[in-house]
């Protein structure tokens, strides 16, 4: 007979879950996870405040022993007989595995049903390590000390496995209520807050973040394979262990230690044009479940004319009757569908018909009610006819795909022009693309001025296009095909993201600016 393979081996330790002493079992498994190295029998289990009798114990034990979640402890005793060696008692050690699915299923049922906090905090710690490590130790990895380098690896990678864990149990949460029918207008507020509110920060704080740790990621590229080499191989502590188990089956790294973890937390951050990064996946689901809310919106305003789910509410009618005697349930009956007993058939008329026939009226003398033929004929209300064909709306899709990649390019020559204009806005004539973008930096810009009219800027999410606004003595024109605009008393210059560094504290329009970016080169004097 063929061997069962390792998964199903390993699926047996789930066993004990789904039996039907599975409160014996999780208390047999706690007392052993709690403790370190315990190696216990059935008394002793006893012994320590299990209140259940021990030949259950024992047979409890032999079950998890059996599907390897406990150990049969190897024991030296002295006897003079075969049955006084099967009469001491067995000892029991928990498997490495064993505690490992505990444990896990202890935080399983610790866990609640609701939403989990985002510690939206970590990202930025995170990208304040990898700039660290980028700037400093991850240069020269071998230079280093090991230890140091190893403590910066693992914040660096907890944190961000605590982040990205989080994140998606918030959104496995939001999914779940996203596919309820029948929130009421309460609940559709207090959804409402936790999508703008609260998912709109973590995506604000992703967004802040992932241009920072992409660019310490690029840096760190070269000196990732020295850096790797450093935490394994000079690791003393490391080789002893991997020494210490033959073959190395049960050593597990930690997080950080490999280059697949490092090619995970840059495939998060890095967008990829067959998958794309973990950020814009996030950025996408939020757009997502904000469009859903806006369906359950839609839903509830047209509620009062149109047929929604009233499962809620029959369930609460359904709790009603459960707890109603034989008599009150006939009242709840009545009142809840209006139906009485055959005295009285109640039966939805036309208006014209309803306003003649009074509801107490006798049926007996009443004119006949009209009934549909598919009920009358065949008894139910099933439509017959033609299948109404699904609308096509590919070409629509098409269209708006063009004319958001026309605008994108429109913006992306608007973001090139003034970038080659430069400081030589007031020599230049703009296109209206490069209008529209000057205007909405400059916007930006003035509103970071303050009151006391200092130095403002303003740059753009998807262009590296950075506006700067100084006070000046003269006025600025800049000429474009939608007319002129008059900068009074500023001094305006575009550049790729550098600060420029002005010849004056109050410098005139024409006076000449050095800009401190090496993508620009200028001729003059500061």
């Known amino acids: 007979m063929a061997a069962p393979p ?5 699926l047996r330790l789930y066993g004990y879950l789904s039996a039907q002493e599975v409160d014996d079992y999780l208390a047999i498994m706690s007392r052993f996870t709690d403790a370190l190295l315990a190696e216990w029998s059935s008394q002793d289990l006893v012994d320590h405040g299990l209140d259940i009798p021990v030949e259950t114990v024992e047979a409890r034990c032999r079950y998890l022993a059996d599907h390897g979640n406990l150990l049969i402890s190897p024991r030296e005793v002295r006897v003079t007989s075969i ?28 866990a609640t049903g609701g939403a989990r906090e985002v510690p939206r905090e970590l990202l930025g710690l995170v990208a304040d390590g990898l700039v660290a490590l980028a700037d400093g130790p991850g240069r ?15 914040t660096i990678f907890g944190q961000f496995y605590e982040f990205s864990v989080s994140v998606t149990d918030f959104y496995t949460y939001i999914g779940s209520v996203l596919t309820r029918t029948d929130l009421d207008g309460d609940q559709w507020m207090g959804f409402k807050g936790l999508l703008l509110d609260y998912l709109e920060s ?18 760190l590229e070269p000196s990732l394979p020295a850096l790797l080499d450093r935490l394994g191989s000079e690791d003393k502590a490391f080789s002893r262990l991997y020494d210490a188990s033959p073959g190395a089956e049960g050593i597990e790294r930690a997080r950080g230690r ?18 794309g990064s973990g950020a814009r996946q996030l950025r996408a689901a939020a757009g997502q479940a904000v469009g859903s809310l806006l369906g359950n919106l839609k839903r509830i305003n047209g509620a009062s004319a149109h047929e929604t789910s009233l499962r809620r509410h029959f369930l609460k009618l359904a709790g009603w009757f459960d707890a109603a005697t034989p008599e009150s349930a006939h009242v709840l009956y009545t009142s809840a569908f209006g139906l009485y007993g055959a005295r009285h058939l109640g039966v939805l008329l036309p208006d014209e018909l309803a306003e003649a026939v009074p509801a107490t009226a006798s049926w007996w003398k009443s004119p006949a009610a009209p009934v549909p033929v598919s009920l009358r004929e065949r008894g139910d209300r099933n439509p017959r006819g033609r299948t109404v064909r699904v609308a096509d709306h590919r070409g629509q899709k098409q269209r708006l795909l063009a004319a958001s990649r026309a605008e994108a390019d429109r913006r992306a020559m608007g973001c090139a022009e003034l970038l080659a204009v430069g400081r030589r806005l007031g020599e230049a004539r703009l296109s209206p693309a490069a209008t529209e973008v000057l205007l909405e930096l400059l916007g930006a810009a003035t509103a970071t001025m303050g009151p006391h009219r200092g130095e403002g800027s303003a740059t753009l ?3 590296r296009v950075a506006l700067w606004v100084t006070p000046a003595e003269s006025d600025l024109v800049i000429r474009g095909d939608g007319g002129d605009l008059s900068a009074h008393n500023l001094d305006i210059v575009v550049t790729s993201g550098a600060r420029p560094v002005w010849g004056r504290a109050a410098p005139t329009r024409n006076d000449a600016l050095v800009v401190e970016d090496a993508d620009v080169e200028e001729e003059g004097t500061a």
């Open 6 to 10: 390792a998964d199903s081996l390993r």
């Open 83 to 110: 049955a006084e060696y099967q009469r001491q008692p067995a000892r029991y050690a928990v498997s490495a595995l064993g505690a490992r699915l505990h444990r896990e299923v202890q935080a399983f049922l610790a």
């Open 140 to 154: 020269h990895p071998g230079a280093a000390d090991a230890e140091d380098l190893a403590g910066v690896v693992s």
């Open 202 to 219: 973590i995506v604000d704080s992703v967004r802040r973040h992932s241009p920072t740790i992409e660019a310490a990621l690029v840096r």
């Open 258 to 275: 490999s280059r697949a973890d490092w090619d995970q937390l840059t495939e998060w951050f890095t967008d990829d044009r067959t998958h």
């Open 461 to 463: 999410v998807d262009h």
